[in-house]
């Protein structure tokens, strides 16, 4: 790895040729790029203090901020993954056609953002074919690609695999190998692999990125994580999970979380305040030497260009398996 400055204004444009993004394009290892499309009212972290009956009198700030996360796509030559929730498409149906018509990858994120796990499959099952359904009517295109709110597909909602697949779907990205009292199947494949549901349906999941460290997986996907590790201690997990450039990783992040100018809810927990409000002001710069440091493209691309080792079997795995797993 190439010596670079450590300091966040340090300009990305000013990165030498010797870059971890070129070492990772001789490599060919294209990673996902994903985008939660969510509004700052939306988030888990912050669900004590607004309630859903609240959103739509609620200052919107997704369209402004995803057009930015737009333009800076477009900057750096990268095409994303955008999982817009379905209540976010209701409102700003333009918004999702400006994200397609961009040559990006349109998914679900769901409708109202409620986690899976306390939700029944009824429910579940009315709001997946409600959201998928909806953004297929704004862009005129197959939907196949899913994300839960909260990544709350766990041991405790792997029914949930058989209604997407009933529903269309035919990959997810939900399963974050990681233990974490919100969510997780901590003893899961940390590379894309297929599950078996328990109806005999096959689904891709492309789980979301952690690095192996002394025995420990270290969450490094994105999000809060990104914000709150120095860039380079990130840069260095995401490097290690995928082994120097030989497995793909799943970065995401919300528009939310390059608008240090959103409102802010003092009455939240100190702890939910930490989690949503650290480093806002510094997230776009780190997303643009991020993009520069490794290389990325779509879920779908990276699945597609993934080429396990010859040492490592394609991973198939029942739900029966993935419980054993928690």
Sequence with gaps: ?????????????????????????????????????????HVAALAKVIRPDQWGSLPSRVEQNTERLLALFERNDVKATFFVLGWVADKHPQLVRKIAAGGHEVASHGYSHQL??????????????RSKALLEDII?????????????ITHKSLWALDILAECGFTWDSSIFPVRHDNYGIPGSPRAPYTIETEKGHLLREFPLTTAKIGGLSIPAAGGG????FPYPVFRYLFNIASGGGSRPQMFYLHPWEIDPDQPRYNNASWFSRFRHYTNLDKCEHRLERLMQD???????QSYDAYKPES????????????????
Excluded at 140 to 152: D, F, N, P, Q, T
Excluded at 318 to 324: D, F, I, K, L, S
Aim: charged content about 25%; cysteine-free.
């Design 1 to 41: 790895m190439s010596d670079r400055q450590n300091s966040e204004s340090s300009a990305p444009a000013a990165v030498s040729g010797d870059t971890l993004r070129d070492r990772e394009n001789d490599a060919r290892t294209l990673h996902a790029m994903s985008i939660d499309v969510e509004d700052y009212f």
């Design 116 to 129: 899976i796990y306390s939700q029944t499959p009824d429910v579940f099952r009315e709001e997946t074919v």
């Design 140 to 152: 005129g295109a197959e939907v196949i690609g899913y994300r839960a709110a909260s990544y709350s």
């Design 225 to 228: 994580y990104f914000r709150q």
């Design 294 to 300: 490794f290389h990325f493209g779509t879920v779908s």
């Design 311 to 326: 040492s490592q079997p394609g991973t198939r795995l029942t739900t029966q398996q993935m419980v054993r797993l928690a």
